[in-house]
């Protein structure tokens, strides 16, 4: 799990909905990804889930009210709390405490923590279908979007009361993702990000392909991090069993010449391009309309393979102010092969790594990675997890960042992003 949530505040209050139950799940992803945990229950809550699993799984003492803890101080208890919360999150968010939100009410711990928080607040509405579309709820909602709060929007489904339909509290993994998102600089805010990720397929018959073991999990990594930093995000995905990056425009691709389609129709408007995707050199020159069947079992078939479209040359050949990063796997000869792609593909960055490790590489959740630079400067990196990795390419990203980027879109870049050097020039 990345570290950027190590030792962060966070206050999660529960209020009295049957999805109290899935706040357990956001608080042991919160405490596994390092983040000090408090709990805040109102009344209601304590009905579906006793307080004492919350104390157990966040090691601290659950607040239940103004005035029932008997320890001294115990009264303003959450107001120390909302003071000293980097962010609160409330989920499950009824119908009832989003109205009090709103509405500036302040009758129990949880709404007025509420009230006190300067903190970012994460709001995950959880409730009959009906009770959600009630232009009152809806109104309220969008009073405390105006606000600024962050609203997580339920799913849609069969619901404990027998409905179907919108209501049912956002899945525990998306919640987490938009506490990070709240909890990370918008230093890329407004940059247009395109990202590859994943294998091809290329077709040898109906049923049958030639393809990689790339999972795409580096790629989407980045692609989710420059969207918490703000970015507009479009990936470009082979296929994967991962689950689309929230707040990430996906276009879904199978083999090299779809992904070369759609990364070249969005290359002109990008700001920044990072393809990790795996795609295939070659494919089978002529696929088979019908399955090929074994025929005599002494018989030798032979493919005839041609070059796929080498999308990452064309985009360095492409490139007017864009900063392009490539991605290489290899087996041996890392520097020297990394070094040749870089210069030959016209990147102004490359990461490269080893293949064929079990903690780095294809389908694994860490990587260790080499970057080398246009300038001929190199940097190896530790053994990291994806998503730190992602963000530390990132990184780097805005400290070689090119003038040409601000000239292009002087209107909505940081001063963060106009620091950078420029690189390559």
Same mark, same amino acid.
């Given at each position: 799990?990345?570290?950027?949530?190590?030792?962060?505040?966070?206050?999660?209050?529960?209020?009295?909905?049957?999805?109290?139950?899935?706040?357990?799940?956001?608080?042991?992803?919160?405490?596994?990804?390092?983040?000090?945990?408090?709990?805040?229950?109102?009344?209601?809550?304590?009905?579906?889930?006793?307080?004492?699993?919350?104390?157990?799984?966040?090691?601290?003492?659950?607040?239940?009210?103004?005035?029932?803890?008997?320890?001294?101080?115990?009264?303003?208890?959450?107001?120390?709390?909302?003071?000293?919360?980097?962010?609160?999150?409330?989920?499950?968010?009824?119908?009832?405490?989003?109205?009090?939100?709103?509405?500036?009410?302040?009758?129990?711990?949880?709404? +007025?923590?509420?009230?006190?928080?300067?903190?970012?607040?994460?709001?995950?509405?959880?409730?009959?279908?009906?009770?959600?579309?009630?232009?009152?709820?809806?109104?309220?909602?969008?009073?405390?979007?105006?606000?600024?709060?962050?609203?997580?929007?339920?799913?849609?489904?069969?619901?404990?009361?027998? +409905?179907?339909?919108?209501?049912?509290?956002?899945?525990?993994?998306?919640?987490?993702?938009?506490?990070?998102?709240?909890?990370?600089?918008?230093?890329?805010?407004?940059?247009?990000?395109?990202?590859?990720?994943?294998?091809?397929?290329?077709?040898?018959?109906?049923?049958?392909?030639?393809?990689?073991?790339?999972?795409?999990?580096?790629?989407?990594?980045?692609?989710?991090?420059?969207?918490?930093?703000?970015?507009?995000?479009?990936?470009?995905?082979?296929?994967?069993?991962?689950?689309?990056?929230?707040?990430?425009?996906?276009?879904?691709?199978?083999?090299?010449?779809?992904?070369?389609?759609?990364?070249?129709?969005?290359?002109?408007?990008?700001?920044?391009?990072?393809?990790?995707?795996?795609?295939?050199?070659?494919?089978?020159?002529?696929?088979?309309?019908?399955?090929?069947?074994?025929?005599?079992?002494?018989?030798?078939?032979?493919?005839?393979?041609?070059?796929?479209?080498?999308?990452?040359? +064309?985009?360095?050949?492409?490139?007017?102010?864009?900063?392009?990063?490539?991605?290489?796997?290899?087996?041996?000869?890392?520097?020297?092969?990394?070094?040749?792609?870089?210069?030959?593909?016209?990147?102004?960055?490359?990461?490269?790594?080893?293949?064929?490790?079990?903690?780095?590489?294809?389908?694994?959740? +860490?990587?260790?990675?080499?970057?080398?630079?246009?300038?001929?400067?190199?940097?190896?990196?530790?053994?990291?997890?994806?998503?730190?990795?992602?963000?530390?390419?990132?990184?780097?990203?805005?400290?070689?960042?090119?003038?040409?980027?601000?000239?292009?879109?002087?209107?909505?870049?940081?001063?963060?992003?106009?620091?950078?050097?420029?690189?390559?020039?």
């Amino acid at each position: 799990m990345s570290q950027r949530l190590e030792n962060r505040q966070i206050v999660i209050g529960v209020s009295g909905g049957i999805a109290a139950y899935k706040a357990v799940e956001v608080l042991r992803l919160l405490k596994r990804a390092g983040a000090q945990v408090r709990v805040i229950m109102t009344e209601n809550a304590t009905q579906f889930v006793g307080p004492v699993t919350f104390e157990a799984l966040s090691g601290n003492r659950v607040c239940t009210g103004l005035f029932k803890d008997t320890e001294k101080d115990a009264s303003i208890r959450h107001i120390e709390w909302a003071q000293e919360a980097d962010l609160v999150l409330v989920a499950p968010a009824t119908a009832n405490i989003i109205a009090k939100y709103a509405l500036g009410l302040a009758d129990d711990a949880l709404s +007025t923590l509420l009230l006190a928080a300067a903190a970012p607040v994460v709001i995950c509405p959880a409730m009959n279908s009906q009770m959600y579309e009630h232009p009152a709820v809806q109104r309220n909602i969008g009073q405390l979007r105006q606000d600024g709060r962050i609203i997580v929007e339920p799913g849609a489904g069969e619901l404990a009361c027998g +409905t179907v339909g919108p209501g049912r509290l956002a899945d525990p993994a998306e919640i987490f993702d938009r506490i990070c998102g709240a909890l990370t600089e918008k230093d890329y805010a407004g940059v247009r990000v395109l990202v590859t990720a994943g294998p091809t397929r290329e077709a040898v018959d109906p049923v049958r392909f030639l393809s990689n073991p790339s999972s795409g999990k580096m790629g989407y990594a980045i692609a989710q991090a420059a969207e918490h930093r703000g970015a507009h995000v479009t990936l470009v995905s082979g296929p994967v069993n991962l689950s689309p990056p929230v707040g990430v425009r996906t276009v879904p691709v199978i083999c090299a010449q779809e992904m070369a389609h759609a990364v070249f129709a969005e290359f002109d408007s990008a700001d920044l391009v990072i393809k990790t995707a795996a795609v295939a050199d070659f494919r089978p020159k002529d696929p088979a309309a019908h399955k090929i069947k074994k025929g005599d079992p002494n018989e030798e078939q032979n493919l005839l393979l041609e070059r796929t479209v080498d999308i990452l040359k +064309t985009l360095g050949d492409r490139k007017k102010e864009q900063f392009l990063v490539g991605f290489a796997a290899e087996t041996r000869d890392l520097e020297r092969y990394a070094r040749d792609k870089l210069s030959a593909k016209n990147l102004d960055m490359i990461a490269a790594n080893i293949v064929g490790r079990a903690d780095a590489g294809f389908g694994a959740d +860490t990587n260790r990675i080499s970057l080398f630079y246009r300038d001929g400067e190199k940097e190896e990196l530790p053994l990291m997890e994806k998503s730190d990795a992602a963000h530390l390419i990132l990184d780097r990203v805005l400290d070689r960042v090119l003038d040409r980027i601000p000239d292009r879109i002087p209107d909505r870049i940081p001063d963060s992003l106009k620091s950078g050097t420029s690189i390559g020039q």
